[in-house]
């Protein structure tokens, strides 16, 4: 099992930045390819960035391409989303999750969630 905690979300005005984090325990953290998925009031899930298990790799969905940067930290079991020049379409509940494949986009390439942050951004 590997539990997942995310943190960092808020309220921001659009053109802000914030870092999420999701912080890991259980299992060897190192193992898993980590994601970042949003939901957003009345849609379904989608995926927002991946980062493969070293950290070496990444992708990101077209819409916060340039402006979120996904990043990890094995050391502190930590996982991270950079998120710069937010906008209002970026308000959502932001998800972490952990799984085995490399830089899946799917919900289904990822065994473990988190509970989620709410991110809100005002115009």
């Known amino acids: 099992q590997v539990q997942l905690v995310e943190s960092g979300g808020g309220l921001v005005q659009a053109g802000g930045s914030l870092r999420l984090s999701c912080a890991a325990s259980?299992?060897?953290?190192?193992?898993?390819?980590m994601g970042w998925f949003r939901q957003a009031p009345g849609k379904e899930r989608e995926f927002v960035a991946a980062?493969?298990?070293?950290?070496?790799?990444?992708y990101y969905t077209d819409s916060v391409k340039g402006r979120f940067t996904i990043s990890r930290d094995n050391a502190k079991n930590t996982v991270y989303l950079q998120m710069n020049s937010l906008k209002p379409e970026d308000t959502a509940v932001y998800y972490c999750?952990?799984?085995?494949?490399?830089?899946?986009?799917?919900?289904?390439?990822?065994?473990?969630w988190g509970q989620g942050t709410q991110v809100t951004v005002s115009s």
């Open positions: 999750a952990a799984g085995l494949k490399y830089l899946g986009t799917a919900d289904s390439d990822y065994v473990y």
């Open positions: 259980g299992r060897t953290f190192s193992n898993y390819a």
């Open positions: 980062v493969s298990w070293s950290g070496g790799g990444n």
